[in-house]
């Protein structure tokens, strides 16, 4: 399949994922027991019952600046976690790659970004980004309560790292979450993510 390419003059050209699914929708999302930002291990079992987000993060990521610097990541996140979805926001980034930090400086974007994920998932190693096939930063995955993969995507239809693009966006996150929680089908469930390509060590 065509990888289609944006450049962006400050900081290089960054790859639209190839639409490569470890994880298919439809099938059970693979489990995994994570380390988050405070020290406490997040367990995919445990949340089951409830919708769950992923969303793989790089601060220094354009694309994901796009949705933290206007407020957009952080209103879904009030939003969601309000009507009771676990959002889980994942770092796969290595040490010495752009988006590494420490659950510290984690904690205190978080705070400076007024972000409130559920969690923050400390992926330096990249096990739970390869698990999941994450390409990108963000890449959006929704998981229903019986612990099916219902979505892998992008946060929307605009791939640029414009935010002035969000307020004519179709956010397919939020338009998942509608759906699946009125009982309906995810009309677009596989979409292509797009953003920077996530840090891996290897």
Request: net charge positive; charged share 20%.
């Amino acid at each position: 399949m065509k990888k289609f390419r944006y450049s962006l003059a400050t900081v290089g050209v960054f790859a639209l994922a190839t639409f490569a699914l470890a994880a298919r929708v439809g099938e059970p999302a693979p489990d995994f027991t994570s380390v988050d930002n405070n020290g406490k291990q997040q367990k995919l079992s445990d949340y089951r019952g409830k919708y769950v987000v992923l969303e793989w993060h790089n601060q220094g990521c354009p694309y994901t600046k796009k949705h933290y610097e206007s407020g957009n990541m952080q209103r879904l996140q009030k939003d969601w976690t309000a009507k009771g979805v676990i959002w889980l926001t994942v770092i796969s980034s290595a040490p010495g790659t752009q988006g590494f930090v420490t659950p510290a400086q984690e904690n205190e974007y978080l705070q400076k970004m007024n972000a409130v994920p559920t969690a923050v998932l400390m992926d330096s190693g990249g096990t739970l980004g390869h698990l999941y096939a994450a390409k990108t930063t963000p890449h959006m995955y929704i998981i229903d309560p019986r612990g099916n993969l219902i979505y892998n995507g992008a946060i929307d239809d605009h791939p640029t790292s414009d935010g002035s693009d969000i307020p004519k966006s179709k956010n397919y996150v939020s338009a998942g979450l509608t759906e699946a929680l009125g009982g309906k089908a995810i009309t677009e469930a596989a979409t292509r993510p797009y953003g920077c390509s996530v840090k891996y060590k290897d």
